[in-house]
C-alpha cells in the first residue's frame, strides 16, 4: 500500500483506562502534530518524570504536564457521555473539565503515545498519511 499524503488535521484512536476501579473507554481524536513538536513533547516529559522521581523539577518543564500534553492532543471525540447517557459534545470547555478528572488525562497520553509507537510499527490502526 501507498502513501497518501492527507488534508486531515486529526486521527481517531481507542481510549482505555481506569478511574477509582471503574474501567471507561472511547474514542479519541488526536491531532496531527509536527514531528518536531512530538520530539519535543516525548523528550521533556520522560526528562521532566525522571527529575520529580528524584524529588526535582525544572521550571522550564512545570507545563509538561499529562494534563496539558492531552489538551494539546485530543481535539474530539465520541463515545463519551453524561450522566444520563447522552453524548457529550467536544468543546474546549468540556475537555478541560473530562481531563481534570483523575486517571483521564494520563490515559489520553498513554493512548496518544501507542498511537504513535503504532505508526511507527506500521499497526492498521495507526494514522496513515500526514496531516
Given at each position: ?17 481506569e478511574v ?112
Open positions: 500500500m501507498g502513501f497518501k499524503i492527507s488534508e486531515a488535521s486529526s486521527y481517531r484512536w481507542p481510549v482505555a483506562g477509582a476501579g471503574v474501567r471507561f473507554s472511547f474514542k479519541a481524536d488526536f491531532a496531527f502534530l509536527p514531528q518536531e513538536r512530538i520530539d519535543y513533547l516525548t523528550v521533556a516529559s520522560a526528562r521532566r518524570q525522571a527529575l520529580l522521581e528524584r524529588g526535582e523539577d525544572d521550571a522550564d518543564l512545570q507545563g509538561v504536564t499529562a494534563r496539558a500534553i492531552a489538551a494539546e492532543v485530543l481535539v474530539g471525540w465520541d463515545d463519551v457521555t453524561d450522566d444520563n447517557d447522552e453524548p457529550v459534545p467536544f468543546t474546549a470547555a468540556a475537555a478541560d473539565r473530562f481531563l481534570q478528572i483523575q486517571g483521564v488525562a494520563a490515559a489520553v497520553v498513554q493512548a496518544w503515545g501507542e498511537s504513535l509507537q503504532g505508526a511507527k510499527r506500521g499497526n492498521s490502526k495507526a494514522p496513515r498519511g500526514i496531516g
